[in-house]
């Protein structure tokens, strides 16, 4: 009795404000102002307000800039910013095929029902409670939109994915285990030619280590007795361990050794980008470009600089901070950059 009570004077309570708001929205059309131009000024007013800010952040604070793209660096993890990372962490939840429905139908979506809001919506009550189903929408959307961030903001990055098909085309089991593989982040812990951690052993080779009778036994009891280091227990399905185990004997060849300017590059980067950065002006002067390979036109004069150094702050590097090999190497590299 008393809660029907309660429901009808919620309700009576609901109907007077309805009768209020019709009531001030025609007062306000009798005595109001006027679209043009108060309601133009101030928003004209609002919107300056917001592009000076924009303005001002552009000037001084900036977009930093990552380094040069690299197209060698097959570990880099692109991401988006921070705003678009729920939609970024949404695509995990829509494998291959299906990524339209996260890249295009959620946005498109979400936009409709903003479009269609004032249809949707057409109560004359104005407070969030009385609305419960949309206020219910917005609220979820919200809340999954944090959950989403949150979830893609503390995921470990992919430390590159197993990108080695090594020579040959992979068989569809193979490639579905080889995406079971980057699924559970196999690579945090496993290195496959090159890229991934250090905390498991090196798979780079292991289908000519182990063979399938050991790795299903390994994959269905990884914490084997007396290992240094656990691995987690995925309580792999069956299908799942038959496609990892096709993937895992697939991974037999060593990658391609890496060229000499390759490596150069690399030793580079780790000797005299500090002060070369990517071959250009820094610290140092710009080591590149065709006017450096007229002043230093054979190797042995390039080679004669950077063992000797010079007085005016290239530090000399003997063969024992520099093997032969090395800087032969570093050579090799600068004169690919005409
Ligand atoms: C948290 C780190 C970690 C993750 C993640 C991980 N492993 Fe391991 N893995 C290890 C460790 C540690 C060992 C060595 C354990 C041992 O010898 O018992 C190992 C051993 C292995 C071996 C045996 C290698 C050999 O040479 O004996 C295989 C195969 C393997 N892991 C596959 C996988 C696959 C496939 C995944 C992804 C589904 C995976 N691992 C995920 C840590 C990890
Ligand atoms: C600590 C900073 C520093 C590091 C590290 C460094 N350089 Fe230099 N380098 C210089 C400076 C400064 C000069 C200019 C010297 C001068 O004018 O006498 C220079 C000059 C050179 C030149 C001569 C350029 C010219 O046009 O005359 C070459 C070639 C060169 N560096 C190569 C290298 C290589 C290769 C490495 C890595 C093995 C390296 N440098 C590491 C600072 C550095």
Redesign the pocket.
């Known amino acids: 009795m008393q809660s029907y009570d309660v429901f009808r004077r919620t309700k009576e309570k609901k109907v007077s404000r309805k009768e209020e708001y019709e009531k001030e929205y025609s007062d306000s059309k009798v005595g109001g102002k006027s679209f043009f131009p108060n309601i133009i000024f101030k928003d004209t007013v609002a919107a300056l307000l917001v592009l000076f800010a924009i303005l001002g952040l552009a000037i001084f604070r900036g977009a930093p800039l990552e380094a040069q793209a690299d197209p060698t660096n097959t570990a880099y993890a692109p991401r988006p910013e921070w705003y678009f990372l729920f939609l970024f962490e949404a695509l995990k939840y829509f494998p291959g095929s299906l990524e339209w429905v996260a890249a295009l139908g959620l946005p498109i979506a979400g936009i409709g029902v903003l479009v269609l809001l004032p249809f949707l919506d057409r109560s004359k009550l104005r407070h969030a409670f009385n609305r419960p189903i949309v206020t219910a929408i917005g609220v979820l959307s919200v809340l999954g939109m944090g959950y989403l961030t949150y979830a893609s903001a503390t995921a470990p990055t992919i430390v590159g994915a197993a990108s080695a098909d090594q020579g040959g085309k992979l068989l569809p089991i193979e490639r579905a285990g080889k995406a079971v593989f980057q699924d559970r982040r196999c690579s945090v812990c496993h290195n496959v030619a090159g890229i991934g951690g250090k905390i498991g052993p090196d798979l780079t080779t292991v289908g000519r280590r182990l063979d399938a009778t050991a790795l299903i036994k390994h994959l269905k009891e990884p914490q084997r007795t007396g290992a240094t280091a656990a691995m987690p227990d995925y309580q792999f399905t069956d299908p799942e361990v038959l496609e990892l185990v096709s993937y895992l004997l697939t991974l037999k060849k060593a990658p391609p050794p890496m060229t000499l300017a390759q490596a150069g590059k690399a030793t580079?980067n780790i000797?005299?980008n500090?002060?070369?950065p990517g071959a250009n002006a820094g610290?140092?002067?710009k080591?590149s470009g065709g006017e450096?390979h007229r002043?230093?036109a054979t190797d042995d004069a390039?080679a004669k600089?950077?063992r000797g150094g010079?007085?005016?702050?290239?530090?000399s590097?003997n063969d024992t901070a520099?093997s032969d090999e090395q800087l032969s190497a570093?050579i090799a590299y600068l004169r690919t950059l005409k």
């Open positions: 580079f000797f005299c500090t002060c070369h610290a140092g002067p080591i450096f002043k230093f390039l600089l950077v010079t007085t005016g702050g290239m530090p590097f520099l570093i």
